[in-house]
């Protein structure tokens, strides 16, 4: 499976974890098995992401007024070991 995005929504009594990735093969929908491969997949790009914002962070993208929406950019690299 590769990891293609994550999205976090987060609401007052929950986060929403939306994970788009590709895959060859898969369990069926509705698994604990298909569960788990989604989990250990988010889980993997989270922690990426921490790390990759221990580094250096650029804001490339910008808008809004009141309700504010940044993107931001840095570099993936991927954990050696």
Same mark, same amino acid.
């Given at each position: 499976? +590769?990891?293609? =995005?994550?999205?976090? *929504?987060?609401? $007052?009594?929950? !986060? %929403? %974890? ?8 898969? $369990?069926? $929908?509705? +698994?604990?098995? =298909? =569960?788990? /491969? ?5 889980? /993997?790009? !989270? *922690? ?8 250096? %962070?650029? %804001? ?6 009141? +309700? =504010? /929406? ?12």
């Amino acid at each position: 499976m +590769t990891l293609q =995005r994550l999205i976090l *929504t987060f609401k $007052p009594d929950e !986060l %929403v %974890v939306h994970c788009l990735y590709r895959s060859q093969d898969s $369990p069926n $929908p509705g +698994t604990k098995a =298909r =569960r788990r /491969e989604v989990s250990d997949l988010a889980r /993997e790009g !989270l *922690t990426q992401a921490l790390e990759a914002l221990e580094g250096r %962070v650029e %804001v490339v993208s910008t808008s809004g007024f009141t +309700t =504010r /929406e940044d993107t931001i950019s840095t570099d993936a690299a991927r954990p050696t070991g």
